[in-house]
Nanobody, 123 residues
Framework: QVQLVESGGGLVQAGGSLRLSCAAS????????MGWFRQAPGKEREFVAA????????YVANSVKGRFTISRDNAKNTVHLQMNSLKPEDTAVYYC????????????????WGQGTQVTVSS
């Protein structure tokens, strides 16, 4: 049974930084592409970032490009999302997920999801 546990969310002022972590178990982590999504109140869950198996290939949404970085530690079965220069519009619940499909930008490519961690950015 796949289990994903996010941590690192919280309240931060605009311009600040947070580092989210997602600890994975119940899967062969080194063979799994991973992604981060977010969902703001009243909005659909949207793609934020993804990382392939070795960590060499990464993808980020245009809205966070240059501010967010995704990384992974295969030895610790953990994926991270470093978020810098945070904006109020980054406020959302952030979820990590396991990608089973090829199209990492597509929510339907992900089969397992964590419970999410709240990120709130005050202006």
């Amino acid at each position: 049974q796949v289990q994903l546990v996010e941590s690192g969310g919280g309240l931060v002022q605009a311009g600040g930084s947070l580092r989210l972590s997602c600890a994975a178990s119940g899967l062969t982590f080194s063979r799994s592409a991973m992604g981060w999504f977010r969902q703001a109140p009243g909005k659909e869950r949207e793609f934020v970032a993804a990382i392939r198996l070795s960590g060499v290939s990464t993808y980020v949404a245009n809205s966070v490009k240059g501010r967010f970085t995704i990384s992974r530690d295969n030895a610790k079965n953990t994926v991270h999302l470093q978020m810098n220069s945070l904006k109020p519009e980054d406020t959302a619940v952030y979820y990590c997920a396991v990608a089973r499909g090829i199209e990492v930008y597509d929510r339907d490519s992900y089969s397992d999801w964590g419970q999410g961690t709240q990120v709130t950015v005050s202006s």
